[in-house]
Nanobody, 121 residues
Framework: QVQVVESGGGLVQAGGSLRLSCAAS????????MGWYRQAPGKQREFVAV???????NYADSVKGRFIISRDNAKNTVALQMNSLKPEDTAVYFC???????????????WGQGTQVTVSL
């Protein structure tokens, strides 16, 4: 089994910061990309940020310069530091990881259950 679990969401005022964490665990052989997506009420899930196993990062234009994604390959974790938060950042944030399980011959994407981030005025 493989699990991906997020933590760190909450309520913050506009201009504030939050740090999300995500840990992958279980029968893991290797992990390729790890990333974050978000889904606001009534909207489709959208890409936020991704980091490769080698540390290359990519961000959505809406968060560039405010959010920082990082990972610890030894611990199978990824984090999202969110600064200068805006009300429009309010959403459920999902962690996503391209994992090659030990019991499979190929990798696939696993999703966490999501964590709520609410930014108030």
């Amino acid at each position: 089994q493989v699990q991906v679990v997020e933590s760190g969401g909450g309520l913050v005022q506009a201009g504030g910061s939050l740090r999300l964490s995500c840990a992958a665990s279980g029968s893991i052989f290797s992990i390729n990309d790890m990333g974050w997506y978000r889904q606001a009420p009534g909207k489709q899930r959208e890409f936020v940020a991704v980091i490769t196993s080698g540390g290359t990062t990519n961000y959505a234009d809406s968060v560039k310069g405010r959010f920082i994604i990082s990972r610890d390959n030894a611990k199978n974790t990824v984090a999202l530091q969110m600064n200068s938060l805006k009300p429009e950042d309010t959403a459920v944030y999902f962690c996503n990881a391209d994992i090659h399980p030990t019991f499979s011959g190929y990798s696939r994407y696993f999703w966490g259950q999501g964590t709520q981030v609410t930014v108030s005025l």
